[in-house]
């Protein structure tokens, strides 16, 4: 694949890690990602010999987030409105696949993860971050919400007191403090930070696969009863009146300009 690496451990049966590949863009997240990520899931999906998935990045990051320079929405967008619809609601459908997941999902974070990608790491069961490691929120700060289903997946997560603060105010925050909060489960050296989700997959390669498996559906079911997920329903919209908007605002200072 084009943005993605995947690869079967030789040592670990039942563990596969796939890696973000663009570590010249820091593993922005484009729409040939998106369509990897989602090809990946799939296949994983049918794949009953895999029982667990590390998610990490090349280089030195996990992913800096959207791609602004190659969104999927831009002012030279699709003209019928229900192609801008789906087209708005990709990184929905990219988080959804990677929380469906029966595997359990380990995400390995090396490095800067950035406001969609911080929304993939929610969608994942397990966190561990190198400890340079941050994250950031900034959709406010480019006059778009946070969508991609990222709300109700960070309030569960790190409770709504501190989702509204990080979302709204789009301030750094280390990954010491992201262990502090709960959004991580351990910090480890940066050195040791793929053996260390490797140890931990070697762990839960040990437990009876039944109830492994249970266990995940089970808390993803209360999960979704904690916050579902559907009160986003309304995101691709979002994102699209963001999107007018933002067109607008730059169409009015173009015009103010040549005045």
Known sequence: METVIVERDSELLGLTTVTLNRPEKLNAINPRMHADLQEVCAQLRGDTAIRIVIFTGAGRAFSAGADLKD???SGEGPVDPLQARHLA???????GALEDLDQVTIGAINGLAIGGAVVFLA???LRLAAKSA??????????IPLTWNGLPRLMRELGPARTKELVMTGDRFSAQEALEWGFLNRVTADHDL??????LAAKLLSKNAMSLALTKSTTRALANM?????????????LMLATLLAQKKQSLKSGGEEA
Do not use: K, Q
């Not at 941050?134 to 006059?143: A, M, T, V, Y």
């Not at 904690?226 to 979002?238: I, N």
């Open 89 to 95: 609601g990709t990184g929905n459908r990219t988080s």
């Open 194 to 199: 793929l053996p260390s989700a490797r140890a």
């Open 71 to 73: 969104r999927v929405l």
């Open 134 to 143: 941050w994250f950031s929120i900034p959709e406010i700060d480019l006059d």
């Open 226 to 238: 904690m916050v579902p997920g559907d009160v986003t329903h309304s995101d691709r919209e979002y």
């Open 123 to 125: 969608s994942m069961d």
